[in-house]
């Protein structure tokens, strides 16, 4: 090929931005090739990849595995992230190396806001190559999350680091929900090319094929779009924000795939050769744009036109990019400084398949040149392409193969498949409390400064876990005896982050254990004091009686004349009387004190526990103690309700007597210093922990005792301490 000839430096040259082809998921940048792959990364990635880790190290692992540093927390994310998009490449990696042994090209691998997307050029073989292809990243997905899920099992059992459990834990969950959203039967979900390739083989044809399964991926999208919906509207705004825009991505796929279909149909048997523009007007590269304008184009009025040199092609210019060019410039600037070289210009071969040389109209410049043996025969452009879509359109679409029926069993089982899916994934804003764990407390206790005898039994702490359901996890709560369903918002405070309600919860935690203690030595007759000086608000629910009354930071200091010290006081006064009843609070705020005056009411999303709706810790807490307590540490445990628990364990280590006498005692109830049991909620599902632990005696407070009589456990009210140390011991009585 010729060069053009060079250009003097006074010569003026626009600046413009070259045309080219613009694959909006063109990767942006390459990280490696692997077997000749290019593996890229598109910007919106580096996005994605940020939020993830953020979340991880700022939310989901402080509240999952609480006591570690800031700063591991950090490393978790960084590392879990990146590990997660490996997991990502190795899934697409899946895809292509089968689709090579397959036969197909693959042309990149880009990671990008939804995960990552492998790009195959050419047609499946068959369907069953399709099938081997689409089924063969989900296999590695499956079989990751196999390997992080027992390598979590090894850092249980020879007790490695948290931070390496709890990665791992993460990885095997976050792999599962990957292949789950993939095997969606919807195109162009991995789910949906198995469904494709199922009906290919099924209807031998692959048009009817893809349309039916584009519609399915055309409803899951749908779906998502209109959870994302109510998530607007259900104080879940940035994942509502995520499904809209997840189900608009699916849809857009979902009709690209279904109108490429139509495409093909509408190309079949058509060559470039039939489309294309032959003997082509051909532009001398060093006519000025003025020249070019107005002696060539004028008379013809073509929007593009070959250039060459001397017989031989060496670029494109079209009338947009002239048009770029200043009209006082037009004069000086050349053909070939303006022109789209001849690497930018897409050439064919004349007997190039229109269908091939379809994705490479589609994009910018929109044009190509023809050539039969390097010589240039004739042009094509997008124009064209689009005259015999037109055509195909008027005429209506009509399969020129005969398809069979996929029947309708498969459809049935496609929208069942769907609807299980869109369950499994929206969350509504609901919680469910379920029976959860039991613990025995005496196996992390240890006193000394005074004698203490081991415990000749159990004392089981018993829990309930609290989620949020998928909206089949709501579904299965609801019509199951021993599970609740609440509104998040009855659970968490308006304004307060989950982390920080979990801080808030172990926090309380920890104080009902030091209290218990204190309960437990004054029980056995030691000299104990507990101060604090008031109950300070943490939060409040946003339909609860203090709403608009109390406040954060606000600490309460009395009620109705009764001094509160501890939160426990303010459970105490609260509970002790019917719901509706009105408190007036003595409440300190920024320097002044003020009378306010709330009504408590009964919560019956929490088991009738009557309160007014606030979280609370106890402001400058002290416990005296006549010895030394610790605890060991418990994880993803909150809240007072395993005084009762805790009091009857270090009561038995301090007294002379054996309380237990070698049973196993489920309890469960608040305690104060002077032994007082206070209501606690949950315990329809505490019961059922309590049950299956075989305990032979779940101790409960006497007002909530209705609420649980009914059971394969013998069940004791108790209003003190004392009055289950009775039951214990009779004797003591």
Do not use: C
Not at 25 to 52: C, E, K, N, Q, Y
Not at 589 to 604: H, K, W
């Amino acid at each position: 090929m010729n060069q053009l000839p060079e250009v003097n430096s006074t010569e003026k040259r626009p600046r413009r931005k070259r045309a080219g082809a613009e694959d909006p998921l063109a990767p942006s940048f390459t990280i490696m090739r692997v077997r000749g792959i290019r593996i890229g990364a598109h910007w919106t990635w580096v996005l994605v990849f940020g939020l993830i880790a953020w979340s991880l190290s700022d939310r989901l692992f402080p509240s999952t595995y609480p006591g570690l540093s800031e700063r591991t927390y950090l490393v978790m994310g960084i590392v879990t992230a990146v590990v997660f998009f490996a997991s990502i490449l190795l899934h697409e990696l899946g895809h292509s190396f089968r689709a090579i042994r397959e036969g197909m090209k693959v042309g990149d691998i880009t990671l990008w806001l939804f995960g990552g997307v492998a790009r195959f050029e050419g047609m499946f073989p068959s369907a069953g190559a399709e099938f081997r292809i689409a089924i063969a990243g989900p296999i590695v997905s499956v079989l990751l999350a196999g390997v992080f899920y027992l390598a979590a099992l090894a850092a249980t059992s020879l007790d490695l680091p948290l931070a390496f459990r709890g990665g791992a834990e993460y990885l095997a969950r976050i792999n599962a929900i990957v292949v789950a959203f993939n095997m969606v039967p919807a195109l162009p979900l991995d789910g949906g090319r198995v469904l494709r390739s199922w009906l290919w083989h099924r209807q031998q044809s692959f048009t009817a094929a893809t349309i039916s399964a584009a519609r399915a991926g055309k409803a899951f999208a749908y779906v998502l779009i209109a959870f994302g919906i109510l998530g607007l509207f259900n104080s879940a705004f940035t994942g509502g924000i995520w499904f809209i825009f997840l189900g608009w991505f699916l849809l857009q796929a979902a009709q690209g795939e279904a109108a490429f279909v139509v495409v093909r149909r509408a190309f079949r048997g058509l060559t470039v050769r039939d489309l294309m523009t032959p003997d082509p007007v051909v532009v001398d590269p060093n006519l000025t744009i003025n020249e070019f304008l107005n002696d060539v184009v004028k008379p013809k009025g073509h929007s593009a036109y070959p250039v060459a040199e001397q017989g031989t092609v060496v670029g494109l210019i079209s009338l947009k990019l002239a048009g770029e060019v200043p009209q006082e410039d037009r004069d000086e600037i050349r053909v070939h400084g303006v022109m789209l070289t001849r690497e930018e210009t897409p050439a064919f071969a004349s007997e190039t398949p229109v269908m091939d040389a379809f994705a490479a109209l589609r994009s910018p410049p929109g044009r190509g040149i023809v050539l039969d043996n390097d010589r240039l025969i004739g042009i094509v452009s997008a124009s064209d392409v689009s005259k015999v879509l037109e055509l195909e359109e008027a005429r209506g679409f009509e399969p020129t193969e005969q398809a069979r029926r996929a029947g309708t069993l498969v459809w049935v089982i496609v929208f069942l498949a769907i609807a299980l899916a869109a369950g499994a994934f929206y969350h509504p804003p609901l919680a469910v409390i379920m029976p959860g764990p039991t613990e025995n407390v005496t196996e992390g206790i240890e006193i000394t400064g005074v004698p203490a005898g081991e415990v000749n039994g159990e004392y089981l702490l018993v829990t309930v876990r609290v989620d949020q359901p998928s909206a089949l996890g709501a579904i299965y709560a609801f019509f199951h005896p021993e599970q609740n369903l609440i509104p998040l918002s009855a659970l968490i405070p308006e304004g307060v982050e989950p982390r920080e309600f979990t801080r808030q919860q172990r926090s309380i935690f920890r104080e009902s254990r030091m209290i218990a203690a204190a309960a437990a030595g004054q029980a056995v007759g030691l000299d104990v004091s507990i101060e604090g000086t008031g109950a300070r608000v943490l939060g409040v629910l946003p339909d609860a009686p203090a709403n608009g009354i109390l406040q954060d930071g606000d600490v309460l200091t009395a009620a109705n004349g009764e001094s509160i010290k501890t939160i426990l006081d303010l459970r105490r006064i609260v509970t002790s009387k019917p719901a509706g009843t009105n408190f007036a609070f003595q409440v300190e705020r920024n320097g002044e004190t003020l009378e306010l005056s709330v009504a408590s009411r009964q919560f019956q999303d929490q088991e009738g526990l009557v309160a007014i709706g606030v979280w609370v810790e106890t402001r400058d807490l002290n416990v005296d103690l006549p010895f030394e307590i610790t605890f060991e540490e418990a994880e993803d445990i909150g809240g007072p309700s395993a005084g009762l628990a805790y009091a009857l364990a270090i009561a038995d280590m301090l007294d002379e007597r054996d309380l237990a006498q070698g049973r196993t005692i489920a309890a469960s109830g608040t305690i104060l210093l002077g032994g007082d049991v206070g209501a606690v909620g949950g315990l329809v599902q505490k019961r059922s922990s309590a049950q299956d632990a075989d305990a032979g005696l779940f101790l409960v407070p006497v007002e909530d005792l209705e609420s649980v009589r009914n059971g394969r456990i013998d069940i004791r009210g108790v209003d003190t301490l004392q009055d289950a140390i009775a039951i214990l011991v009779p004797s003591r009585s």
